[in-house]
């Protein structure tokens, strides 16, 4: 190449392939930890396992540059259509291993190591072609500055707009196409450095790959549809993908099912006997709750327990997703089986992280309805609250597989939620399967009394789950008996007095387990989850 075929522009092109390059790799990366941690659980260790095999395998691929010695133009776009294919393809084809959790490990580590490997030879390939038209301070400090500048962008966009606004497997499609555009772009910017001889063979399987990744494209929702039922097992009527989560609604001739980031969440056939478990041992136990604090729920199936008391008259639901918030008003099914509850004047939706919401707000809470304060929604409509202080709280988050969830079972989340409760209050948290996971739910319990609680598990069978565990929990000492109000508003399709009782009788199947306590420095919690449930995969 002469000095005059590789001018200013052409440079400059060349760094901007860098941020292409870095930016996608990246994204290969991430999409790999977030389906990982979707299937897997225990987001740390996915994405742990995930960035060290990404990590080590660029290694490789620089390794493994030393010994291209002809033909480097050629190699650098081969290599780089090679990720384009491995990559672009890379969420698709994980989706679709998701049926089977031996076969995933297997295809999502491989497919790492490939990116990884890939991509550790693009740089090196592309430094020594440009070692000849730079110095080497020059040639290092740009191509590394334009590397990590790329990672930046990357880590911005992935979760800001790839994840809510195209979806994982449109976010990998489309950086495939990135990646097979550089490739093409590469047989004509690095012109003067390839032979005639195969170019067009080359231009073609260029185009190829494009081919393919737009076809892929254009059916990335019958794709990610077709993988998603292979593994739920039932047709797909509805899903998104929002900043926080995948919700995805399956329907058989039974009814729908909820599923968040893959893991079943509600059957509406049999959803009745959790939610009313949940709900009316609080609220039993109070003798006229007028103010319910709801933390998760955002289905609104516990909201509409609640407001079966004609003693409420306010329930504050915080739920960090607003996507699922007002699912019902794109589901109409799921409007109609919570019968609209989160419409009602009485509720009040604040859609933020609970723990950031009980942590701000501790030391700032009164006993007045909300009305003022933090951004809130009320029966859909954005207003100002403040904090009160609540006879009652219903906890309904999702399981504590990982450790975003997990500290909404720690000790100090529970020591900042009693701040927002009257003394007597009375809450209710669903903590998993004390049948399948023991000591996850004895560590719930015995966090709870680490903060002053005074507890009485208790169980439930929901035939979707299985056995399922809960705790009440006071800071006064808990009623032996507890009653339904006679003034419950429609009849309870699963409890009657006796039954309402009875769940907390434990068989001894059921009996205490030893665990520790769940603090937000260890998070021993989820690790018990992982080993109890990962050994049921």
């Not at 930016?23 to 290969?28: A, E, I, N, P, T």
């Not at 191509?143 to 994982?168: E, H, N, T, W």
Request: charged share 15%; with cysteine.
């Amino acid at each position: 190449m002469s000095e005059d075929s590789m001018n200013r522009a052409p440079l400059f092109l060349l760094y901007l392939n860098v941020l292409i390059i870095a930016s996608c790799g990246l994204v290969y990366e991430l999409l790999a930890g977030t389906l990982a941690s979707y299937l897997l659980g225990d987001s740390v260790t996915q994405f742990s396992l995930v960035i060290g095999i990404y990590l080590s395998a660029l290694g490789a691929g620089a390794w493994i540059s030393r010994f291209v010695d002809e033909r480097l133009a050629r190699c650098f776009i081969e290599v780089e259509l090679a990720v384009a294919l491995v990559g672009g393809l890379s969420a698709p084809v994980l989706f679709l291993a998701f049926s089977s959790v031996g076969a995933f490990r297997a295809v999502l580590y491989g497919i790492v190591f490939a990116i990884g490997t890939l991509v550790g030879l693009e740089l090196p390939l592309l430094m020594r072609l440009l070692k000849d038209h730079l110095d080497f301070e020059d040639l290092v400090s740009r191509v590394l500055a334009f590397d990590y500048l790329g990672a930046l962008f990357a880590s911005l966009l992935f979760p800001m707009f790839c994840v809510p606004r195209l979806g994982l497997v449109r976010t990998s499609l489309l950086c495939g196409l990135l990646n097979a555009a550089v490739g093409l772009w590469g047989t004509y910017l690095l012109r003067p450095l390839l032979s005639s001889r195969g170019l067009s063979g080359l231009r073609g399987r260029a185009c190829l790959v494009i081919g393919v990744l737009i076809v892929a494209l254009i059916k990335a929702d019958s794709l990610t549809t077709l993988a998603e039922e292979h593994v739920l097992g039932d047709p797909i009527v509805y899903a998104e993908s929002t900043p926080y989560q995948r919700i995805v609604l399956t329907r058989n001739a039974k009814g729908f099912q909820l599923y968040l980031n893959g893991h079943l969440q509600f059957n509406s056939v049999d959803e009745h006997r959790y939610h009313e478990a949940l709900v009316h041992p609080a609220l039993s136990a109070v003798k006229l709750p007028k103010h319910v604090l709801v933390l998760g729920g955002g289905d609104g199936l516990a909201v509409r327990e609640i407001l079966r008391y004609p003693s409420v008259e306010s329930v504050t639901l915080v739920d960090l997703d607003p996507g699922m918030t007002s699912l019902a008003d794109r589901f109409p099914p799921l409007a109609e089986l919570s019968r609209s509850s989160l419409k009602d004047r009485r509720v009040t939706i604040i859609n933020e992280d609970a723990f950031l919401w009980a942590g701000r707000n501790v030391g700032h809470v009164s006993n007045v309805p909300a009305n003022s304060s933090s951004k809130a929604s009320v029966a859909g409509h954005v207003e100002n609250v403040p904090h009160e202080k609540f006879d009652a709280a219903i906890i309904d988050f999702p399981d504590p597989g990982t450790f975003s969830v997990g500290k909404l079972y720690s000790s100090r989340f529970y020591r900042m939620l009693r701040a927002h409760l009257t003394p007597d209050a009375v809450i209710s948290v669903q903590c998993t399967s004390p049948l399948v996971a023991p000591r996850s739910y004895w560590c719930i319990v015995k966090t709870l009394e680490s903060v002053g609680f005074q507890v009485r598990p208790y169980h439930a069978a929901v035939p979707t789950f299985g056995e399922w565990g809960f705790v009440l929990a006071s800071g006064v000492p808990l009623p032996e008996r507890l009653s339904l109000s006679s003034e419950l508003i429609g009849p309870s399709r699963f409890l009657t007095d006796n039954i309402l009782n009875s769940l907390f009788d434990l068989p001894p199947d059921l009996a205490r387990v030893e665990a520790e306590v769940n603090q937000l420095n260890n998070q021993v919690l989820v690790h018990y989850y992982d080993q109890e449930w990962g050994a049921m995969k």
